[in-house]
């Protein structure tokens, strides 16, 4: 029996809450012939792949890497040749800091035909779940997604261009760096600035915490606040209080 054309579908799973995800992404898991995902997805997403299908899992957890991206690359070549579709299945979106585009481009050498289907972004869902608009007329004409940890484990310098500016700042992957953050914002005078941290955004598990660059540090150590957070800063997030109380208003009605 012949193997079905060798082909790549990237796929992204959402921000965490598995309705979170597109009717074209479970579609993608329902034709998968092997896939392949991440530690950030939720697993129950896997619920969709048919019997047959090959569950790998490459990401990393509590530091460990099971797979390196090199490897990952020459899996997803293998099993697409060996059984046909190979789904990749990220957290987010995968184009936005998932490495989905260096997965293109290294499989496309190869000969297999490519796909992606979109995800939505933590970087943008985290925050609405909250209640906190990356945009809002009045207090933010903008905002910066930013990687808080490069290829060369350090900050980006990015985040201290984005400190300069009124846009509004998320970071992503920024924990290990919450000090580093904290000092670049402070020396622009901005300590006073409203911060949110989301700890599993979108999830049963999601643990938040609010504050100022200046009080942030003391309440991720009393919430003992962790990765996988993402962190907002900007007077956006002050709009969350605003909208909890007409939530709870309209509840009480």
């Not at 090199?70 to 046909?84: D, R």
């Not at 504050?211 to 309440?219: A, R, S």
Request: charged share 25%.
């Amino acid at each position: 029996m012949s193997v079905a054309t060798p082909k790549l579908t990237i796929v992204g799973a959402g921000p965490g809450d598995e309705d979170l995800i597109t009717l074209k992404a479970i579609k993608a898991i329902e034709s998968a012939d092997v896939i392949l995902y991440d530690a950030l997805i939720n697993e129950s997403l896997l619920k969709y792949a048919s019997e047959d299908t090959e569950l790998i899992f490459v990401g990393k957890r509590k530091g460990c890497y099971a797979f390196q991206q090199e490897q990952i690359n020459e899996l997803i070549v293998s099993k697409a040749k060996e059984k046909g579709h190979v789904v990749r299945l990220k957290g987010g979106d995968p184009f936005i800091f998932g490495r989905g585009a260096e997965e293109i481009d290294y499989v496309r050498q190869f000969g297999l035909e490519t796909f992606v289907v979109p995800g939505i972004s933590s970087s943008v869902a985290v925050p609405a779940y909250q209640g906190i608009p990356l945009t809002k007329r009045g207090a933010s004409e903008s905002f910066w997604v930013i990687t808080g940890t490069t290829k060369q484990h350090k900050l980006s310098g990015d985040v201290a261009l984005a400190a300069k500016s009124t846009a509004t700042v998320v970071i992503l992957m920024g924990m290990g760096k919450l000090g580093e953050i904290v000092k670049i914002f402070s020396e622009e005078g901005k300590g006073d600035t409203a911060i949110g941290i989301i700890q599993n955004g979108t999830r049963d598990n999601e643990n938040v915490g609010i504050g100022t660059i200046l009080t942030i540090e003391k309440i991720v150590e009393d919430k003992q606040l962790a990765n996988p957070a993402i962190i907002i800063i900007g007077d956006v997030v002050k709009e969350r209080a605003v909208l909890s109380s007409i939530y709870s208003e309209v509840a009480g009605q």
